[in-house]
């Protein structure tokens, strides 16, 4: 969507593990994709320098973005996101896909038959059925593609 966010953070207030508060100037980040010089717990706050464009054009490409999301994830369903980051050059989702795996369920947990990089809590899901069909993916992958999906959610 022609860029992120990051290129326009002038500063970051963070919170650590440890509970201590302190902010990062725009030259102490970098951002590429799916990472951030960020590794603190929690992101407090957040100051942006953006650049001026036309409302009209802003809202065109807005409604645009909403039209490919609400077509292509499953809105309508419990989720963390996408779970996996892509490969270099590839789609966690089509990996997933082609390996037969999408409308698995795990319990109350599927993997989305909609957009295969999205765990859905389709029946009151437990951590341990996510946590299964992340592994089921990630084994099934590898064994088949010889691709390792990193994990894009953290887990704690």
Known sequence: HNGDIGQYATSVSVLTARGERFVRTA??????????SIN????LEATFELKQDDSEEVTNRMKKNWIMKKANQPLTHQSAGC???????MH???????????GTRIGGAEI??????????????TTENVLDLINLAQNTVSEKFGVDLELEIELW
């Open 27 to 36: 030259d102490e980040l970098s951002f590429s994709y799916r990472e951030s």
């Open 40 to 43: 603190e717990l929690a992101i």
């Open 83 to 89: 779970i996996f980051k892509n490969p270099r050059g």
């Open 92 to 102: 966690a989702g089509a990996l997933i896909e082609q390996a037969g795996l999408k």
């Open 112 to 125: 989305s038959d909609r957009h295969a990089n999205f765990i859905i809590n389709d029946e009151n899901a």
